[in-house]
């Protein structure tokens, strides 16, 4: 075993925060008791009686406490998890259990603790505990983690998610102890005694088991001991003590050997699953060694519960009694065969396992499951009722053959990793459990698994590392450190060890740091409660031996540090000695710790020996970010244990009891650190002068630390004479570090130290850190570059250039001190002491390879790379310099170009600092992402904000970035900004500054969570007050979407109106004189009769217009509105009512009118609402006269989707009840709702309601009608497009299935045939000839049969047995009866070859072309034939009245010959149906398209029509009323479904004009075909339209089948529900621009690209949005065009699926106001922007501009902020007029150019030249700043030049050369005055000691020029200016800047002559 590393001696540290702890759940049961509580608060020992009873409470004293009853309370602590609290806090999460209680709660520092969950359960808790359970998504890689609380009982785990969900797994068998890991739960079986005897011969049972879910089998667990092969792990002696998640790991003991060992837990491998299962092949069966569940099952249980079989029943269904059942009667064993003794067999248990396998509703998963493994065991007990009974000729080996049951499949492997070596084990007595393990890191990243014996008092500390490959862990070595209790600290890389001696010791990994002090365990008051008496004698005063030694003890420890506790059993004192001091009232007076528990971060629970508990905290290692990032450089540089030296010595000097302020803290660590590397921090001024801001003298120094507050008269005089007292005196400020004082004071001091002043200041070579110094100094030193880039820790970069300039001056790097002079002048002009050095230790340091001579500089790098020089790769160190990086690469990318900069090229720009340490596996993560990069990206701009998003960067960070250097990267932003891809990720979107597509992308990423349909937007519809309102079923469209599409009128108004019926028709009817009452009451009914026809048709049109409106609360039932049949009768609106029994009344008129309704009602929920079983199952209505709303409103919740849900069960008991209406809901809803899925339950639920899909000798079920057509439309809905042979088979032979000899059949046969034929349409919808497989089917044949008639085929196979009796009704003979057959039969071929443009089909659909022929075709076919027969030739459809008229017959189109005998009705009809028939055809071909030209066409019939119409009823009519009423709606439905969802008001005043029509012959059909126009006008409130897929069109012909119902029973023709199909057809095309900031929804300009077609080219148009979308497929891309709103562009070439999810939820796209511009519904014209008004007036824009109007343009809260502060002469602030004018144009600048995050750069530039121009720059930085902001502008007007990329610069205005100029004239003017300090410089003398330093260095930093201390020769003294240019070409300085240098570098003599010669300087 390895020694300790290394050991800090005589230290101590002191840990903060104490409190009292008591588990919250504890308080918390208390409050709310329950039996157990009760109990246990009579057992409470006294000093935890919290509240004072007085005597009473001691008077149960310790020994009472029965230890069963305490051990009852149990609790742990954990870090709260990110799912738990919004906040960023960090709190701690308990999880308590005591009885049947469990007790979640959270709390932290400033939040008191409050339950979070808190649970009961039946049986008392065996364990409690977290376990997070990977939940796998429908997408295979990804997890979803659910984090949950399982409470463990005696029978059952309960699972409780943070989400919500509950669980409840049975457990198969006893538990002894459940652990939590990375993949689930893993449970130890409880070994029982009786095991043994069973397991003797064959193989043991498994013992541990693994749940991965709680709705999954619990399963065995295999191993893979090392070098053995995999087995189930079923060895009885190893028992789990510790198992973690990451890394994921298993540790076991093996009680009879004692040896621990480490085991990783991963899941099984298809080849361990092999090894373990048996094979298949067996072809006998099964061994025995796979006995059937049912046997092992009750082995197991008996085996657990030998007390009674009353258990048993609990653990499943139904086993219990079967298996105590067999037990209980030897007689029945008797029949069993010998040696077979299986569950399998018993009667009750079969049934179990049966009902278990077909009921989802009962899964409880008993052991049926679990015990399928590979299990043999052998009944060798002599006990009868233990098992088997072996006959004697049975031997044990033989096989044994069991039925069924399969083997279950393990889920988990543990592999063995490393176990203790066997010196441990030779005895027994040597080791023993472990009874606490865990993980620890030290400061170094090592990582250690521990485990603590506690028989011998101590830690075992296992290394280990991952592998290269980092597939494994590699186990090293052991380190043992003497311990009674351990706990680690993970946050600090620690761990608190409690010693054996009581004293607590702090350990990083192995090493010793030192002790821990805890303040107040010394003052017995703060622990003990009150109420305990104090003792008359104080214990100290009893003069023992041991009391004495103690006390003495104490007094020697005292004279270093204060004792960290009373050690009482300190190895030099006898135990025996004291033992009689150890009564209860010693033990109570000075409590010791006695154990630890519950650590959190760097918080641990003390258990004192008192019984009460302490929560400590131990500090951290650094609170200021400064420090923190040195020690990391540190750690990262020095070899490991150089580096673990200075971090404990460090943490020691910075923890010390009483240590140093916060404030204090980088002194000290100066000084340590200068300590450390040789330096007499004493000696050296400016250290010195350090400490006197620490209360402390110099640490190193050990002086006495005091714990207590309170002073005495000591400290004065030890204050008196000290350095402090001294300084303060002399040194009015003591902030700036005055040279001229330590010339005046100290001298004197140090010549009194020492004779000499020169060795005092020499460093000591033998300093553990003083061969690093160099490695040390440039990590430091890359640091400081680091924080440059920094504005927020720049402040504290100043304080570490005082440590680096003192190195580089001892290391002699003159270029590295010049390079910190110029950063902070004033600072280091303070500095002139260096330390000195030998020669010969010189040597001996580390001389690095990277440290060159000339100082790597960030910010020149950067202004190198602006200028496009080359640029050597800059040093960084990996993980600490992270800006560094990801500045130099985003320069690299975006200034010079390089596309492969940050993937492949990084090399070229970074160079890694090699580490001090051997391997580092910290740097993974730099090469995460980049491959993923290019694709989507075009310019540099957009390459840098995506890569930068992806390293994390955001807004925030860019704004800590000082201007000058932040540049580039915003101006890259500004460019992505103006035309960014839909498709980035949320992230860059934010980086870029557009909030409208973050707030896309978020929905994009939230597009699971079905919640979020409306969130965030107010697009819900408002709460209405009134009742009317309410009830009319329409209040829940949106109304700030409509009234931004229709804003000119109320027209969504009117269509609610039309379209209610819940309120009493208005029924006027004049009484005529000759009039009776009674009469007039019947004339009045029958008028009521009338319009109750149309009231009566209205739900359906309803439903369209309401589609898809409303999100269901979950809590209430849907509301209906009411079907209102009364009226009301002025003038004194007396109601008139259909029920009076005055007039006949058809019966059950109202019963598919309410059907509607329902469908109506359910149709509102929106797709995306939350809607479950349960809610449906609710709504269910107890009157049963709603029964027909109940079964409309379980159709539309198929129609949209939610059906789906219900449970499997309802929809039985649904179809059990008998209802026809309910059948007819359920069996169309359930298919629309699994349409084209072939779904098989769906199917057997459908043919039972087919008799042509049962088998012919089946019992023929009595299936109404009507149900019998819904289940085959129902068939072609779910095998929509699938050509599923059989069914298609079936459903051809259906369309002509003949009437049958009883009634069946016989009745509304036609509706019955056309279902048929729309379902055989669906199954092989559009596949035209290419039906795979139907060849012999002959399918386009047999329909051309069944639509012109002939002689019927023979039937085939099945159907014949039923057709054989022909009927007894009905007299057809062989022939086909066409008037059934052909509707379905056309339309099944128009179906079929829908859109396939084959012409031959067409030519058979085309109308005859003789007079005689047409006589003998219904009017009504040729309307379905023309339909069918454009539809197939789907491309010639044109929107034009030639194309219509052109499908008219040659013979009709010319002139008549008289001599004909022409039948002119005939013809006139034929020429209306076929003209219907083809505007029907060209209303599909535009469906949802809006287009102009078709709807044109449309309305010019219509106007035809109405004309004749107009004198149909006179005697020169042609044509019948009624013909001419078909043909115009079913216009009026073609003129609707173009235009549908636009709500065109030409159809909508046809609409109206048809409502108001209800006399003659408008029945029930023709208002439900002009409500269903309006629906479809108005599609769910205008947010949807049509689509002109197949399947749409599809549900559109079963929808608008041009046959209507004459009234509101007749389904003869087709079944009046399938008219809602056409919500099948809906899509969501609404795009509605929702203004990001307002959220509410605006106007944008939109310009819509469509893709080229063979009918038109590429097109452009503009629309305004909110608009309808034309169908996807058409465009090419869509735009939100500029100038008031963000450009943002959706490409649909490359993907549709954006456009569509964002339609589907609303439609909302995000835009974004532009700054300076307003809302189009506040400036229509666009006259009122910002940049308009510099138009309108003669003045200038800026002029014009008032700051106060600023906020109507921008919504930037800081513009609107500075604009009111700044812009503006305030009472309070005087600013001059010329910085006011200044500001309002920065302002307007911002808002014009759209770049408001450039106001602080504007700022910034602004300050830093006037600072410049008063010369009161303290440091160069922002002059740096300004330099690198003219270096891009330079660049870019360079090359701006050719490309007229202007517009893309930032800082486009004069603003810039301004300043620039500014700063010219300042530096010059200086010049002019000081050109001799240049000189000087220039020469190398000592550097000027005033503000003439500050100006020289801004001079050389902004000018660029180099150090030239050493090349002084080469520019002194040029003759002419072309010798200075030759001489400085090596030199890098700009010639720009040389010139100005002339008047310094030329020779005296020679200058004036120059300058006379023309070159003046301003010329320059």
Avoid at 980 to 987: A, I
Avoid at 1283 to 1290: C, D, L, S
């Amino acid at each position: 075993m390895s020694e300790v590393v290394y050991e800090e001696t005589a230290t101590m540290i002191a840990a903060g925060e104490l409190q009292l702890f008591v588990p919250f759940g504890r308080e918390h049961c208390r409050n709310h008791p329950n039996a157990f509580n009760l109990q246990l608060r009579e057992l409470q020992p006294a000093s935890e009686l919290w509240s004072s009873d007085g005597a009473a409470g001691l008077v149960g004293s310790l020994q009472e406490v029965s230890l069963h009853e305490r051990d009852r309370e149990w609790w742990q602590l954990r870090k709260g998890c990110v799912g738990a609290r919004e906040e960023d806090v960090e709190f701690e999460e308990e999880l308590y259990s005591a009885g049947t209680v469990v007790v979640w709660s959270q709390g932290s520092r400033s939040h008191a603790s409050n339950v979070y969950k808190a649970f009961t359960v039946d049986s008392p808790v065996q364990q409690a505990l977290w376990c997070n359970f990977a939940a796998p998504q429908n997408n295979k890689y990804a997890e979803e983690i659910e984090q949950t609380v399982c409470i463990v009982q005696s029978s059952s785990v309960n699972v409780h998610s943070m989400t919500g969900k509950d669980f409840n797994s049975p457990l198969p068998f006893p538990v002894s102890n459940v652990w939590a890991t990375k993949f689930g739960l893993l449970l130890e079986r409880k070994i029982i005694a009786t095991d043994a005897q069973l397991n003797s011969p064959g193989e043991p049972l498994p013992t541990v088991f693994s749940m991965l879910h709680p709705l999954d089998e619990i399963a065995p667990a295999v191993c893979k001991p090392t070098g053995t092969r995999v087995q189930y792990a079923s060895d009885a002696t190893m028992t789990i003590v510790f198992t973690c998640s990451q890394p994921s790991l298993v540790v076991f003991y093996d009680t009879v050997q004692g040896i621990h060992s480490v085991w990783a837990l991963r899941k099984v491998t298809s080849d361990e699953r092999s090894a373990v299962l048996p094979h298949p092949a067996d072809p006998v069966g099964m061994p025995l060694g796979l006995i059937a569940p049912g046997c092992l099952t009750s082995h197991l249980r008996k085996i657990s519960c030998p007390e009674s079989a009353v258990g048993t029943g609990a653990y499943g269904l139904g086993s219990g009694t079967g298996s105590s059942a067999l037990h209980n009667h030897p007689t029945r064993l008797a029949t069993l065969s010998p040696g077979l003794h299986s569950r399998a067999h018993s009667p009750i248990s079969s049934m179990a396992a049966l009902s278990r396998a077909h009921s989802p509703g009962l899964a409880a998963p008993t052991f049926t499951g679990a015990a399928r493994f590979n299990t043999s065991f052998y009944g060798s007990s002599p006990k009868a009722q233990h098992g088997l009974l072996p006959s004697p000729n049975n031997s044990i080996n033989e096989t044994m053959v069991v039925p069924e049951m399969k083997p279950i499949v393990p889920d988990l492997c543990m592999e063995q990793l490393w176990s203790e070596t066997g010196t441990a084990s030779c005895s027994k007595e040597l080791n023993s459990q472990a009874s606490k393990v865990f993980l620890t890191s030290d400061l170094c990243e090592n990582r250690y698994l521990c485990f603590l014996v506690e028989s011998h008092q101590h830690l075992r500390c296992v290394k280990f590392m991952e592998s290269n490959d980092t597939s494994q862990l590699i186990f090293a070595s052991v380190t043992t450190i003497p311990a009674k209790d351990a706990e680690p600290l993970q946050n600090i890389d620690a761990m608190l060890v409690l010693e054996a001696c009581g004293s607590l010791v702090l350990y990083t990994g192995v090493t010793r740091v030192s002790k821990v002090f805890v303040p107040s365990l010394l003052s017995p008051s703060f622990i003990l409660p009150n109420h305990i008496p104090q003792f008359s004698t104080p214990v100290d005063n009893v003069s023992t031996p041991a009391n004495a030694g103690s006390r003495h003890l104490q007094r020697l420890d005292d004279a270093v540090m204060p004792s960290p506790l009373v050690e009482l059993r300190n190895s030099n004192i006898k135990r025996h000695e004291i033992s009689f001091l150890e009564d209860y009232a010693f033990q109570q007076t000075t409590p010791t710790v006695s154990a630890l528990r519950d650590p959190v971060c760097n918080r641990v629970t003390l258990e004192l020996s008192s019984g009460a508990m302490l929560r400590i905290s131990i500090p951290e290692i650094a609170t200021s970010e400064l420090v923190r990032k040195c020690l990391q450089a540190i750690r990262f540089i020095l070899p490991k244990e150089a580096a673990m030296k200075v971090m404990v010595k460090w943490y020691n000097i910075y923890n010390a009891p009483g240590g140093p302020s916060a404030h204090a803290e980088w002194s000290l660590f100066v000084t340590c650190l200068m300590t450390l590397m040789g330096y007499n921090t004493e000696r050296l001024a400016w250290t010195r002068n350090l400490q006197f801001e620490v209360p402390l003298s110099p640490v190193i120094a050990a002086k006495k630390a005091r714990p207590s507050d309170g002073g005495s008269d000591e400290d004065w005089e030890y204050l008196l004479p000290s350095n402090y007292h001294r300084q303060m005196n002399s040194q009015p400020t003591c902030g700036s570090l005055d040279i001229s004082f330590y010339s005046s004071t100290d001298t004197a001091s140090m010549s009194s130290d020492s004779t000499s002043s020169t060795p005092s200041l020499k460093l000591d070579s033998s300093a553990p850190l003083f061969s690093h110094i160099p490695a040390l100094f440039y990590v430091l030193h890359l640091l400081y570059q680091e924080l440059q880039l920094n504005e927020l820790q720049r402040a504290r970069a100043a304080s570490l250039v005082c440590l680096l300039q003192q190195l580089a001056r001892d290391l002699q790097l003159d270029k590295y001190v010049d390079l910190y002079w110029r950063d902070c002048p004033t600072l280091i002009d303070g500095f002139t002491e260096s330390c000195f050095m030998d020669q010969s230790v010189f040597s001996q340091m580390q001389r690095l390879s990277y440290l060159k001579a000339e100082p790597p500089c960030v910010l020149s790098w950067l202004s190198s790379c602006l200028k496009g020089d080359d640029v050597a790769p800059f040093p960084y160190l990996p993980g600490i310099c992270q800006r560094t990086r990801l500045l130099v690469l985003s320069y690299a990318l975006y200034i010079s170009g390089d596309e492969n900069a940050t993937s492949t090229d990084m090399a070229e720009y970074l160079a890694k600092v090699p580490s001090g340490q051997k391997y580092r596996t910290s740097e993974q993560h730099c090469r995460r992402r980049q491959s993923s990069l290019k694709s989507s990206c075009r310019s540099l701009a957009e390459q840098l904000a995506v890569w930068l998003a992806s390293e994390g960067f955001t807004l925030k960070d860019l704004e800590s970035v000082p201007f000058g250097v932040a540049l580039p990267v915003r101006e890259a932003i500004y460019r992505c900004r103006e035309q960014p891809c839909s498709d980035w990720s949320e992230e860059v979107c934010l980086l870029i500054g557009r909030q409208d597509l973050t707030k896309q992308a978020h929905k994009m990423t939230l597009a699971k969570s079905k919640a979020c349909v409306g969130s965030g937007l107010s697009l819900e519809p408002p709460a209405t007050t009134e009742a009317d309102e309410e009830e009319d079923g329409m209040s829940d469209i949106i109304q700030e979407v409509t009234g931004l599409i229709w804003s000119q009128d109320l027209r969504v108004q009117e269509v609610r109106r039309l379209l209610q019926s819940s309120r009493p028709v208005r029924v006027s009817v004049v009484q005529l004189p000759e009039v009776s009452d009674h009469e007039y009451i019947e004339e009045k009914e029958n008028k009521l009769l009338q319009l109750c026809q149309r009231t009566m048709a209205l739900p359906v049109g309803r439903g369209l217009f309401t589609l898809f409106s409303y999100h269901p609360v979950p809590t209430e039932p849907l509301p209906v509105p009411k079907l209102n049949l009364t009226g009301r009768a002025p003038p004194r609106n007396t109601t008139v009512d259909l029920n009076s029994g005055n007039i006949d009344v058809p019966p059950n008129m109202t019963s598919w009118p309410s059907f509607h309704n329902g469908v109506a009602a359910g149709l509102k929920i929106a797709p995306a609402s939350q809607v479950d079983s349960a809610w449906i199952a609710y709504n269910k209505p107890k009157n049963p006269e709603l029964a027909n709303e109940y079964a409309g409103f379980l159709m539309a919740l198929g129609l949209n989707g939610h059906l789906t849900k219900l449970a499997t069960l309802n929809i039985h008991d649904n179809l059990n009840k008998g209802h026809e209406m309910t059948g007819i809901g359920l069996i169309l809803g359930v298919s629309s709702a699994r349409l084209g899925t072939m779904d098989m339950s769906i199917t057997r639920l459908l043919s039972i309601h087919i008799p042509a899909l049962l088998p012919p000798t089946s019992t023929e079920l009595d299936v109404p009608h009507n149900i019998q057509v819904a289940a085959v439309i129902g068939l072609g809905l779910v095998y929509q497009g699938t050509g599923h042979r059989h069914n298609a088979e079936v459903l051809l032979s259906e369309i002509g299935r003949p009437p049958g000899p009883e009634m069946e059949y016989c009745t509304d046969r036609e509706s019955y045939s056309l279902a048929a034929g729309l379902a055989l349409g669906m199954v092989c919808l559009g596949h035209g000839s290419n039906l795979i497989g139907m060849t012999d089917l002959n399918v386009p044949e047999q329909l051309y049969q069944y639509m012109v008639g002939g002689h019927r085929r023979a039937q085939a196979g099945a159907s014949r047995e039923r057709h054989k009796s022909p009927s007894y009704q009905i007299k057809e003979g062989d022939t086909i009866n066409v008037d059934v057959t052909c509707p379905g039969a056309t339309l099944a071929l128009a179906m079929i070859y829908l859109k396939t443009n084959n012409r031959s089909i067409a030519d058979w659909l085309k109308p005859p072309d003789t007079w005689f022929l047409l006589d003998f075709i219904k009017p009504e076919f040729l309307l379905l034939r023309t339909l069918a027969r454009c539809i197939i030739m789907w491309d010639d459809i044109l929107p034009n009245t030639e194309w219509v008229k052109s499908n008219t017959p040659q013979i009709m189109r010319g002139s008549f010959d008289p001599s004909e005998d022409i039948n002119m009705e005939t013809m006139a009809q034929a020429q209306e149906y076929i003209t219907a028939g083809a505007c029907l055809a060209l209303g599909l071909r535009f469906a949802g398209s809006a287009n102009s030209d078709a709807f044109e066409c449309l309305y010019d019939f219509a106007k035809t029509f109405m004309k004749i119409m107009s004198f149909a009823g006179t005697s020169d009519a042609q044509t019948s009323y009624y013909n001419l009423q078909t043909c115009l709606s079913m216009i009026l439905l073609a003129m609707s479904m173009v235009m549908s969802g636009t709500g065109n008001l030409k159809v909508l005043q046809l609409c109206r004009f048809f409502h108001k029509r209800t006399g003659g012959e408008m029945n029930y059909g023709f208002h439900m075909a002009h409500h269903m126009a309006l629906g479809l006008l108005f599609l769910g409130g205008g947010r949807y339209t049509l689509s002109t897929s197949n399947s749409a069109i599809a549900a559109l012909l079963c929808a608008l089948y041009p046959h209507f119902p004459a009234h509101s029973t007749d389904n003869r023709y087709h079944l009046q529900a399938l008219r809602h199909l056409a919500v099948l057809a809906a899509e969501p095309r609404l795009l509605v621009p929702v203004d990001v900031d307002s959220l509410k929804p605006c106007y944008a300009l939109l310009e819509v690209t469509y893709k080229e077609t063979k009918w038109y080219d590429e097109t452009t148009v503009e629309l305004m949005a909110p608009t309808m979308l034309p169908e996807l497929h058409l465009l090419k891309r869509v735009k939100v065009k500029g100038p008031r709103y963000w450009e943002l562009s959706v490409d649909l070439s490359k993907d549709t699926e954006h456009l569509k999810s964002i339609l589907c939820r609303n439609g909302v796209l995000y835009v974004k106001l532009r700054a300076g511009q307003l809302p189009y519904k506040d400036d229509p014209q666009g006259w009122k922007s910002l940049l308009a008004s510099a138009v309108n007036h003669r003045s200038s824009g800026i002029r014009a501009f008032k700051p106060e109007a600023i906020s109507t343009f921008t919504s930037e809260p800081a513009l609107v902020s500075f604009a009111k502060i700044f812009c503006k002469t305030s009472d309070g602030i005087q600013q001059r007029e010329d910085s006011l004018v200044l500001f309002s144009a920065m302002l307007y600048e911002c808002v014009t150019q759209e770049c408001p995050e450039m106001l602080p750069t504007y700022i910034a530039i602004e300050q830093a030249v006037r600072a410049l121009r008063r010369g009161d720059l303290p440091q160069t930085f922002s002059l740096w700043q300004l330099r690198l902001v003219v270096e891009l502008w330079d660049s870019r007007m360079l090359r701006g030049l050719g490309d007229g990329r202007q517009r893309d610069a930032l800082l486009t205005t004069e603003f810039l050369p301004v300043m620039k100029n500014t700063v010219d004239v300042a530096l010059d003017d200086w010049l002019r005055d000081n050109s001799a300090v240049l000189r000087s410089y220039l020469r190398g003398d000592s550097l000027p000691r005033n503000s003439l330093s500050t100006m020289l260095a801004c001079f050389l930093v902004y000018r660029s020029v180099p150090c030239l201390r050493n090349t002084h020769t080469q520019l002194e003294g040029c003759s002419s200016v072309g010798d200075l240019l030759a001489r400085s070409r090596g030199l890098g300085v700009p010639a720009r800047d040389l010139l100005r240098l002339l008047p310094v570098l030329l020779d005296p003599a020679a200058a004036p002559q120059t300058t006379a010669q023309g070159f003046p300087l301003q010329a320059l």
